[in-house]
């Protein structure tokens, strides 16, 4: 339907130019120049970062507040704007924003998007949208550099330099992970994803967490292999399973290999541009572009996409910073007291132990 094609078209070419524009802003203006840790964490640009996501919830809020292309009977602005800031700020900490998203609609009796399955889908094309471009702008120079030196190790068929190689150990620690995604993606999601399961989930690999942030930090992501790469991404698959979390166990993954802890977040995030590229891509063919887009779609699409965006590039800059001066400690207290809290709500007759 030619009206699907077109409302989808805006909100991707719209992301495009402000992944660019959140980037040239820091440059060019600002003077915060590419590579290094410094540059990240300079005062500079979390001032650039904090505006373009105050500004990204700002119109989702207004959008939500004004209804713009609001349907009530179907998912309402408001809680596309839940959905959205839970789906930026959990897809990049390491608490399972597959999860979250189950259990937040689970929670408050939120049953449209369970009932409705291709407006569920076509929905989740804009919340993963949205920190596509959160964790592409913020890490637009790594982006560049790493796209760079792969293709110049494709053209000489060699390896030459530190950053060719962390190229290709992002290209290895992607493929199993899609691979395996793609092959068992249907059978996950008709047999995985129930609350009683999430809660497992969230508290066993939450205790993984902890127990490789035990382990002693003795290299940066500069000193990972192809092989090292290959692991990752095979523990990255894991992350099908809601309540596992992807970044939580491929920053789990990195520590188990010795990785500090600001270097297997940032791992985490770059390894997370290809496999949502890739999925944003194949699903907003399959389920946008070539399928009827459902009635009621552009409000919560829209709304989704920049609350999402707004969250996670909060979440990237408070993740990052947080690491730098503490253990992921925090985060393994929340897995385990929300695993107790979802199991109580079960045994207690409150929820349902399935959705």
């Not at 640009?45 to 939500?64: E, I, N, P």
């Not at 979250?100 to 919340?127: K, M, R």
């Not at 290209?171 to 395996?180: C, L, R, S």
């Amino acid at each position: 339907m030619l009206g699907a094609r077109q409302t989808y078209g805006q909100p991707t070419l719209w992301s495009s130019d402000l992944v660019h524009q959140i980037a040239q802003f820091a440059d060019d203006r600002l003077g915060v120049r590419p590579g290094g840790d410094g540059d990240y964490h300079a005062p500079v640009r979390h001032a650039v970062v904090y505006s373009s996501a105050g500004v990204a919830l700002t119109l989702a809020t207004l959008l939500t507040l004004f209804g713009v292309g609001d349907d009530p009977e179907k998912l309402a602005n408001w809680q596309a704007l839940i959905l959205g800031i839970v789906q930026g700020a959990t897809e990049l900490l390491p608490i399972s924003s597959s999860g979250h998203l189950i259990l937040v609609p689970w929670l408050f009796g939120w049953d449209y998007l369970e009932a409705n399955d291709a407006f569920n889908q076509t929905f989740d094309v804009s919340l993963h949208l949205g920190t596509l471009v959160a964790v592409g702008a913020y890490f637009w120079h790594d982006l560049k550099g790493l796209v760079a030196a792969w293709l110049g190790s494709v053209r000489r068929r060699s390896i030459s330099t530190t950053e060719e190689r962390m190229a290709w150990v992002v290209v290895a620690a992607t493929i199993p992970a899609g691979v395996i995604g793609f092959l068992l993606e249907d059978f996950i999601a008709e047999h995985l994803g129930e609350p009683w399961q999430i809660a497992i989930f969230l508290a066993g690999f939450g205790l993984l967490l902890g127990w490789a942030d035990r382990r002693p930090m003795t290299r940066s992501m500069d000193d990972l292999t192809l092989k090292q790469g290959v692991a990752v991404g095979f523990a990255q698959s894991l992350a099908l399973m809601p309540g596992v979390s992807r970044s939580g166990i491929t920053i789990t993954a990195g520590r188990f290999l010795g990785l500090d802890r600001d270097s297997a977040a940032r791992f985490s995030f770059l390894l997370l541009l290809p496999i949502t590229f890739a999925a944003v891509l194949f699903k907003g063919i399959t389920d946008v572009l070539l399928a009827d887009l459902p009635s009621g779609m552009v409000g919560p699409f829209v709304v989704g996409v920049l609350a999402s965006l707004g969250s996670g590039l909060l979440a990237i800059v408070g993740l990052l910073d947080y690491v730098r001066r503490h253990s992921y400690d925090a985060f393994v207290i929340y897995r385990l007291i929300a695993a107790a809290v979802i199991l109580l709500l079960i045994a207690t007759g409150v929820r349902a132990a399935t959705f």
